[in-house]
């Protein structure tokens, strides 16, 4: 039933697809993003589907199957009558043409759509309430150890303080971080010959996910190494390789990636940071904002503007800039560096800060690979792994965020029952824990194509546009489970909720990966 569902959605993506090259062929894409991106969302549920039917079918377990049949019954409602790009952002079949082809596809899947599914619901929602998850095996040993040992950590070690050092504001404590470091946390993906584990991007999802489900301070902690180590394992030269990357993978250096600028968001073209040359040394001149563990790092990736007489990406360089370790006290103690925080709603455990530059020296051999010019086309080959990586975040989120709120359901007693007994409740549960199954197999599937060694913006962009919205929604739905206790900052799922929504703004905003879709997919690139 799925399969000739499956085949159904395909055909209406690719008809969606043709209605906007038809469209796109008399304006251009930016005066048509509502289409663009109303047809980035249809691919995007279509992979979902594809993923879910694939991990259905390796598990038969009666959860799975019901995870599977509730995902293609509201994934193929959704491409049908309306799917959500925002809270109050909906594409509809006709707002591409589609009105046709949309009854097309609800005819072809009428044995899923003409369903009440309620029984579904309820029944997935009792699977859960008597500890019956489905299926996360990725038939592999070591991989599924690998899982059960971060996720041991973190019971151990996040999750018992996680909440007391968001309310406080903490950094994560060094402690922490040691104890992370001695897991490999940083070094997942850093090659073996570098001192890192040279494992996959696959290992890298589940590290973050379990990690994040603790807290997303703990799991974003290693983005910041992910960046950097991609950075230089793939562009630096040999002494930078040997330089930085042992360092990064044992956790004695904590990098930080120095790239936004104050009004100048995904534009990078636009940067104005100015990097000179001053006897041995390179000069910095320039602001950068929403730096994350901008004082506690000992290393910047610095993006800067060393050609200033080539326009846009062109002369862009990517430096590699190191700093003392700041403190409480002096958390910028280099000449010429300052900056202040950024208080944030959530997110916390590292802290954003705004950074000024005012002459601030770094070596002679800053030069990421010791090319000028070449710092934007290297920034963008680390932006599949980090995208996949967030996607890897948004799940532990949103798992964390169906966790409390099945543990208050579960607990919260109203006349005279659990409150899980009730039907808009287990709803939530249930429709929680299908959007989580999906994000994560979409991330894996994304991280798995990265690690065959293709170019994966457009898997990359799905993984990170469909686990953001799930962590989210995820979110929002166990904070209403929580009612009024929700709303109080003692129940953890208000930093849940605050922690879920910067994933839909960082490593580009769900309107920019929208954007990468649509181009890369009228492009013929997958």
């Not at 005012?358 to 070596?363: I, L, Q, R």
């Not at 299908?434 to 993984?463: F, H, N, P, Q």
């Amino acid at each position: 039933m799925t399969a000739q569902a499956l085949e159904a959605a395909r055909r209406y993506r690719d008809a969606a697809r043709a209605a906007l090259a038809a469209r796109l062929a008399e304006r251009k894409i930016d005066t048509e993003q509502r289409a663009a991106h109303g047809f980035a969302w249809v691919a995007t549920t279509v992979a979902a589907l594809e993923a879910i039917h694939d991990w259905a079918a390796r598990d038969t377990a009666p959860v799975d199957a019901l995870v599977a049949r509730l995902a293609f019954q509201e994934g193929l409602a959704q491409l049908v009558g309306g799917l959500p790009m925002g809270q109050n952002e909906l594409f509809r079949p006709a707002d591409l043409g589609l009105a046709a082809e949309a009854r097309a596809l609800a005819d072809a899947s009428a044995d899923l759509l003409d369903v009440d599914a309620a029984e579904d619901r309820r029944a997935l929602a009792d699977h859960l309430a008597a500890g019956d998850w489905p299926s996360e095996t990725l038939h592999d040993a070591d991989l599924d150890a690998i899982r059960d040992q971060f996720r041991r950590f973190t019971d151990a070690e996040i999750l018992p303080h996680a909440h007391r050092w968001h309310l406080a504001n903490d950094l994560i404590p060094d402690e922490t971080v040691a104890a992370m470091a001695d897991l490999g946390t940083f070094g997942v993906c850093i090659p073996e010959s570098y001192g890192g584990l040279g494992l996959s991007k696959l290992v890298m999802c589940i590290v973050t996910e379990e990690l994040s489900r603790g807290w997303i301070g703990a799991g974003s902690l290693g983005t910041r190494s992910e960046i950097a180590g991609e950075l230089i394992a793939s562009g630096g030269t040999e002494a930078q390789k040997a330089e930085w990357l042992p360092r990064i993978a044992s956790g004695e250096v904590l990098p930080t990636a120095v790239f936004t600028e104050p009004d100048v968001g995904s534009d990078l073209g636009s940067l104005g940071t100015r990097a000179r040359r001053d006897g041995d040394a390179w000069r910095i001149d320039g602001a950068k904002t929403w730096i994350t563990h901008a004082a506690r790092s000992d290393l910047m990736t610095l993006l800067a503007r060393t050609l200033p007489d080539a326009k846009g990406y062109a002369g862009l360089s990517m430096l590699l800039v190191p700093k003392p370790r700041g403190t409480e006290a002096d958390p910028f103690p280099a000449e010429g560096m300052s900056g202040g925080e950024i208080e944030v709603l959530g997110y916390r455990g590292m802290r954003e800060y705004a950074l000024s530059f005012d002459g601030m020296a770094a070596p002679a051999d800053a030069h990421l690979g010791g090319e000028e010019g070449q710092g934007f086309k290297q920034l963008m080959r680390t932006f599949e792994g980090a995208r996949i990586q967030t996607a890897a975040r948004a799940v532990g989120v949103a798992r964390r965020a169906l966790e409390l709120g099945l543990s208050y359901a579960q607990d919260r007693k109203q006349f005279g029952r659990a409150i899980l007994a009730f039907p808009r409740v287990a709803d939530k549960i249930a429709m929680s824990l299908v959007d989580l199954i999906a994000a994560r197999e979409l991330t894996y599937a994304a991280a798995s194509a990265k690690d065959s060694g293709k170019r994966c913006d457009i898997e990359a962009g799905m993984a990170k546009l469909l686990a953001a919205r799930t962590a989210w929604s995820n979110a929002d739905a166990a904070l209403q489970i929580h009612g009024g206790n929700g709303y109080a900052l003692e129940f953890e799922i208000s930093r849940i909720l605050c922690d879920a929504r910067i994933l839909n703004i960082f490593e580009g905003a769900a309107e920019i990966q929208a954007q990468v879709i649509a181009r890369g997919l009228l492009e013929g690139r997958n």
